[in-house]
């Protein structure tokens, strides 16, 4: 009878242990999907807070960096960042058993968003309908519990890191006056915000040495000939603007992405609510990783490179564009061709060179080329919610060539300023991957 009763003893423990191992294993219920879902809340959050483009870029990554360090210390086969990326620390794993590591990594992003942006809190909601679909999938209360925990605990030392990265130096430092001068940059109607993030380039980056690392050629000179090369790409965008086309209105307004466009009603001026160009790319990086079927780890793997890249993209493209400061070609325009010309797309609040979107575009183009390959064709439907239609592209950079010549069609940047951005961003996405995952891209 002892030993019946001591086998019964050692069967029921054995239970148990696997019982708690198979709580671990809950793992497996959650998908590429979840991370696409989170990075759309976050997306919501942002545009309901007009986040700019490089800030909503420093969100993104920090928030998807709090998600993978969680399955670097739970995953052999993935490593941290420490030693990776710019005075990136030694994450320290939590003490806690019997959690889910890619519930944690979740519930990490969303608490790193939550805190660092000014409506993270309208994250609550989503947290908890997340959580409860988590329930109905199997997961334990105490699972949850426990990953809740793990996830604060990894947060908190990412946000750390976040917080030496200079920003916050940044929001204290002198308002930024537009210079004098034919070939600066000055504010655009109809709101004539000011300038936006003018010290950007000064936050640490993730991988590059600084933000002049990647420094483009530098612009075609301002001049007034008619006959300048100048003049010849500013006769070009007004060309391009009175004649239109069906198809480049569509390009035009597909890329648009511009947080702070206004629209003038009678006497009120009427916020647009729109994605920034950082959004859609974070929004074509779930369509790829579901497309792919990429597994949890692997997509948030994904997801991390693309963000930080795209904020060391922000930062290079911001530094060049406070040094050249050139003059966007709706003053130019209207003061040199016709004081009545209107471009389609509203002009954003900073200076022309080079332009943002084709430097992320060229950066996120070679990333994801990295990943998915040179031919991976996809549907994008990132801002179908917006009132867009879907568009289909044969491979990241046809979109993020498309991306770039959408500028021009919109009217808010010279050719140079597009091309020379694509790029300079093309140079920074081979480097970024050179960085994490220490490989070489091919030209």
Known sequence: MKNIFYFNLIFIL???????????????ALQNKDISKTIIKLTDVMVYDVTNPPLASRFFAYSCISGYEV???????YNSLHGVLNDFPEIQKPEIIDYSASLSAILAMLETAKKLQP?????????????DSCIRLGFSKKVIENSEKYALDISTQILKYAQADLYNKTTSL????????????YPTPPAYFGAVEPHFNTLRPFTLDSG?????????????????????????VYEEGISLTEETRTIASFWDCNPFAMQTTGHLMVALKKISPGAHWMGITGIACEQANKDFNESLRIHTTVSTGMMDAFLSCWDE???SNRIRPETAIRKYIDPKWEPLLQTPPFPEYTSGHSTVSGAMGTILTHYFGENFSFVDDVEVKYGLPNRKFESFMAAAREAAVSRLYGGIHYRDANENGTAQGINIGKWVIKTIEGESVGQ
């Open 14 to 28: 054995i239970a148990i242990l696997t019982g708690c191992q198979e709580g671990n294993k809950t793992d497996i």
């Open 71 to 77: 399955i670097a210390l739970n995953d052999p086969g």
């Open 174 to 185: 002198p308002k930024y006056t537009p210079k004098e001068g034919k070939e600066y940059w």
């Open 119 to 131: 409506s993270g809190i309208m994250l609550e909601d989503y947290k908890k309908s997340f959580l």
């Open 321 to 323: 564009k406070y040094r």
């Open 212 to 236: 002049a690392q990647f420094k483009p050629l530098p612009p075609v000179p301002f001049s007034e000939d008619p006959e300048s090369d100048y003049f010849k790409m500013l006769q070009e």
